[in-house]
């Protein structure tokens, strides 16, 4: 478990940095499970800092979000690092823009956090539905989250409230870091992502049924690629209209693109951090179109996104040995 | 019922879209021609410069403009007139192909071979079986875009 104190005190070094612009973190949100980005870049801002189970965002989006204004004439551009505070899936997607030459090593600061599973928001919402405040919770030694509400303690199996994807996790902890808070976790043996090989088990009429409803769903807010660190691009190419890809009207056939489209984008990239799947408002089970890709890049290809900075990205590149049974 | 189903069957005729490369399968292509084999002319062809070009992309877009089946060749693994082109495809066509298939299309759909220049021959051979897949599984209306006007 890692003590705010520690975190904060951390944050307070980092932050007083001469290389350092700013730090990012979380902190409490106003209402709810809700929590926020926060930006420190003194000291004193630093006190708002926090980590509970509760902080599920990805923060790895933030840097890319930075705009860089064109420069005058005679001026240099700053070079000062970003901190930000990593979980291990967080510390994946870093790896992964760096491979890609969106960020430089030095860009960054990592401030590690080992991380025990985040809660699924969408689930303690439903169970502990119209909180007018923030609501602390924390997690005991005995796998339980204790939470209290209206002077009522509550005591609640982790199983119960825990993300699905962290249930298959991997890589607990940060796989790159700068500074590491509190001690590693014990690399476990992950369970299965069984909703996909429920769904590979069925037929091909009843799979298309399945993902018929949920694209029927899609209202293309695009809060799925807005909250993916991996989804960066300038310019997507779903908002492009010469040549349009994608137009603009909600129908089946225009979301069934999209939703492949953004599956196939993050081929040997989605680090299954299971923030497209946690924001979406209609409840689309994008993480079972992640995961798919993902098995199926690792058995076909044995590859492994965000793991090493210096891989090369695995569309990008090819082995002549690549499995060819599918072509005659 | 059944009578006017297989009617109905026996009529259709799948639309499918071939995805060419310039420097093997659409010369491969063009030597069918000239060499007079005869083959189903339901393979409407795109040229493009090498089969590294085709974005799975425009598979989609193929099939939600009304195609029922893609083919995408290019040249042989080694032969490829950019060197690698031909083996970016051939990655990007197999997770297409995956893809595809967990979300409930059929993956015959999308067909990938290499056929060179001197293979006039194979391409017409190609071309008849997958119109025959194609037909077997009948037509893909699963996302066509529906008609605007």
Same mark, same amino acid.
């Given at each position: ?23 990012? /973190?979380?902190?409490? /949100? ?39 204004? &064109?420069?005058?004439?005679? @001026? ?27 960020? @430089?090593r030095e860009d960054v ?65 940060? +796989? ?8 590693? @976790?014990?690399?476990?043996?992950p369970e299965q992502f ?26 293309? !807010? ?5 909250? !993916? ?14 040549? +349009? ?28 951090? =299971? ?20 098995? @199926? ?8 996104? =965000? ?8 569309? =990008?590149?090819?082995? &002549? ?8 | 019922? *059944? ?8 009529? #259709? ?8 490369? %310039? ?18 002319? %339901? ?7 090498? *089969? ?8 989609? %877009? ?23 082109? %031909? ?14 298939? #967990? ?12 056929? *060179? ?25 699963? #996302? ?6």
């Open positions: 478990m890692v003590e705010n104190k520690e975190l904060i005190k951390v944050i307070e070094e980092t932050v007083s940095r001469d290389d350092v612009k700013y730090v990012i /973190g979380y902190k409490r /949100g106003t209402y709810g499970f809700q929590i926020k980005p926060a930006f420190a870049y003194s000291a004193k801002d630093a006190k708002e800092f926090f980590y509970s189970p509760l902080c599920s965002k990805n923060l790895a989006v933030y840097p890319l979000l930075e705009e860089k204004l &064109p420069l005058r004439r005679g @001026e240099e551009a700053e070079h000062k690092k970003i901190g930000i505070v990593v979980k291990g899936c967080d510390s994946r997607a870093i790896i992964q823009i760096i491979q890609e030459k969106g960020l @430089e600061v990592l401030i590690g956090i080992p991380c025990k599973g985040v809660i699924d928001p969408k689930k303690i919402e439903k169970r502990f539905p119209k909180q007018s405040k923030f609501v602390e919770v924390e997690e005991n030694s005995n796998d339980e989250y204790i939470l209290e509400i209206d002077g009522t303690n509550h005591k609640i199996p982790k199983e119960e409230l825990l993300s699905d994807v962290c249930k298959s996790c991997e890589y607990p902890n940060p +796989q790159l870091y700068d500074i590491l808070i509190g001690d590693t @976790e014990e690399e476990f043996q069984s909703r996909v090989d429920e769904l590979e088990g069925k037929t091909i009429e009843e799979r298309w049924e399945y993902w018929e409803k949920h694209f029927q769903n899609c209202i293309r !807010c695009y809060a799925c690629r807005e909250a !993916c660190p991996l989804c960066y691009c300038k310019t997507c190419m779903v908002d492009l209209l010469e040549p +349009q890809w994608v137009r603009r009207s909600v129908n089946l056939s225009e979301n069934t693109a999209w939703n492949v489209m953004r599956a196939f984008h993050l081929a040997g990239r989605c680090i299954s951090c =299971g923030e497209c799947e946690r924001v979406c408002p209609v409840n689309i089970p994008l993480m079972e179109l992640n995961k798919f890709v993902e098995k @199926e890049v690792k058995e076909m290809f044995d590859y492994t996104a =965000g793991l090493d900075t210096e891989e090369k990205p695995f569309l =990008g590149s090819f082995r &002549p040995d690549d499995p060819e049974d599918f072509i005659s | 019922m *059944s009578t006017q189903k297989k009617i109905e069957q026996e009529e #259709f005729e799948p639309n499918i879209i071939g995805f060419l490369c %310039n420097w093997c399968s659409y010369a491969g292509a063009d030597l069918a021609g000239t060499s007079r084999i005869q083959y189903p002319p %339901n393979v409407k062809i795109i040229k493009v410069m090498c *089969s590294g070009r085709v974005n799975p992309m425009y598979i989609i %877009n193929a099939f939600q403009q009304g195609a029922d089946g893609v083919l995408v060749s290019g040249c042989h693994p080694g032969d490829c007139h950019y060197t690698h082109g %031909n083996y970016l495809a051939r990655r990007r066509i197999a997770t297409m192909k995956k893809l595809l298939e #967990f979300l409930g299309i059929e993956s015959d759909r999308v067909r990938m071979t290499w056929v *060179s220049a001197a293979e006039g021959r194979k391409y017409a051979d190609v071309v008849r079986e997958v119109t025959d897949d194609i037909k077997k599984l009948g037509p893909m209306t699963k #996302f066509r875009r529906e008609k605007e006007w």
